[in-house]
């Protein structure tokens, strides 16, 4: 019998900062429930960093990239979005779809 892949997700805030680590799959078959509580999963407050920690991400395919992707733009609206442990599938996601400079400005604290 085939485990089912599963996509975790864990929130930590403080006064400045929310650090949101993904762990397991993110991948048209894990999407869903994130996908699903997008609008209500993470809500900083307004000029809070939040940092996503990918260390512990596991596969990722266009679908999770897209997801991911819209999720960094929707929250860029009100906070800074920082990425940290980004996994080479995601660099390489972002260089097939010419996504790199776009995604860099989520890499770097300025």
């Given at each position: 019998?085939?485990?089912?892949k599963?996509?975790?997700?864990d929130i930590q805030a403080?006064?400045?900062?929310?650090?949101v680590?993904?762990?397991?799959?993110?991948?048209?078959?894990t999407?869903?429930?994130?996908w699903?509580?997008?609008?209500s999963?993470?809500?900083?407050e307004?000029k809070?960093?939040?940092?996503?920690d990918l260390k512990?991400l596991?596969?990722?395919?266009?679908?999770?990239?897209?997801?991911f992707?819209e999720?960094l733009?929707?929250?860029?609206?009100?906070?800074?979005?920082?990425?940290i442990?980004?996994?080479?599938s995601?660099?390489?996601?972002a260089?097939?779809?010419?996504?790199q400079?776009w995604?860099a400005?989520?890499?770097t604290?300025?």
């Amino acid at each position: 019998m085939k485990s089912q892949k599963t996509l975790q997700w864990d929130i930590q805030a403080s006064n400045d900062d929310v650090m949101v680590v993904l762990s397991g799959d993110l991948t048209r078959n894990t999407l869903s429930p994130l996908w699903e509580q997008r609008a209500s999963f993470l809500q900083p407050e307004l000029k809070q960093c939040i940092y996503w920690d990918l260390k512990h991400l596991q596969q990722i395919d266009s679908a999770g990239l897209t997801l991911f992707l819209e999720l960094l733009h929707s929250y860029a609206k009100n906070n800074k979005n920082y990425i940290i442990n980004i996994p080479n599938s995601i660099t390489n996601l972002a260089q097939l779809f010419d996504l790199q400079e776009w995604l860099a400005q989520f890499t770097t604290q300025s």
